[in-house]
């Protein structure tokens, strides 16, 4: 075997292997943490609904179990854009704060109560009578900015939001919220499931292969590479 490499290829190749074997291993990290955020949301589904004080002041697992029922709400409400259960059209999640258990953080922590479509003057078109124990929605790089005096975000904002509700900055406690408990696993699982960053993996790890195999038969193509002894 003789292989003499092209300089300016090799390390170009290089660097793209190593940029793709990198995001095959990222997904594959991806998929254990998001199996990992499953099992724990199926441990918490299988124990039955608890009131939210057992709920949250366990020292357990606890997100995505069942809450029995909500403490005494407070006058108020915030709504959250998202979409609907069943029909996935847009709308408002409405949520209002209700007194927290003394071992979290804040007086207060939110609770779905409603869903509004995204029609101006529409009443709720559901009522919220399930919940479970979710960590709030995130503001990502294009998330629009919140609305406090309108009462509108578009992920959680504790400061904007107790503002908007005439709480103390603080009040909202900023760990959890209580979301309409659909027996479905969340958006943050369900969106991108363990087998979706497994199917991310195989491509990146694939194209890694069908690179360096391109690479090769380049080289060999060219007298560069072969396999047989060489003459002199």
């Known amino acids: 075997?003789?292989?003499?490499?092209?300089?300016?290829?090799?390390?170009?190749?290089?660097?793209?292997?190593?940029?793709?074997?990198?995001?095959?291993?990222?997904?594959?990290?991806?998929?254990?943490?998001?199996?990992?955020l499953l099992d724990e949301w199926e441990e918490a589904r299988a124990n039955p609904a608890r009131d939210l004080d057992e709920a949250?002041?366990?020292?357990?697992?606890?997100?995505?179990?069942?809450?029995?029922?909500?403490?005494e709400e407070r006058a108020g409400n915030v709504r959250v854009y998202g979409r609907g259960e069943g029909d996935n059209r847009p709308g408002w999640r409405i949520f209002v704060p209700v007194y927290a258990p003394a071992c979290v953080e804040g007086g207060y922590i939110l609770a779905e109560a409603a869903f509004q479509p995204l029609v101006e003057n529409a009443a709720p078109i559901r009522m919220i009578e399930n919940w479970r124990i979710e960590a709030p929605l995130a503001a990502g790089p294009f998330t629009p900015p919140s609305e406090p005096a309108e009462r509108s975000f578009y992920a959680f904002d504790a400061s904007g939001m107790a503002e908007?509700?005439?709480?103390?900055?603080?009040?909202?406690?900023?760990?959890?919220?209580?979301a309409e408990d659909t027996g479905e696993p969340p958006a943050y699982i369900a969106d991108t499931p363990p087998e979706r960053h497994f199917g991310y993996a195989l491509t990146w790890f694939g194209m890694a292969i069908a690179l360096l195999a391109v690479y090769l038969v380049f080289h060999a193509a060219r007298g560069r590479l072969s396999f047989t002894a060489r003459k002199e």
């Open 56 to 71: 949250l002041c366990t020292g357990e697992a606890f997100e995505g179990r069942a809450v029995g029922y909500l403490p």
């Open 1 to 36: 075997m003789h292989f003499r490499p092209m300089p300016l290829l090799t390390v170009l190749t290089l660097a793209a292997l190593a940029f793709l074997l990198t995001l095959g291993v990222w997904q594959s990290q991806r998929m254990a943490w998001k199996q990992a």
């Open 164 to 178: 908007a509700l005439g709480l103390e900055d603080g009040a909202l406690n900023a760990a959890w919220w209580l």
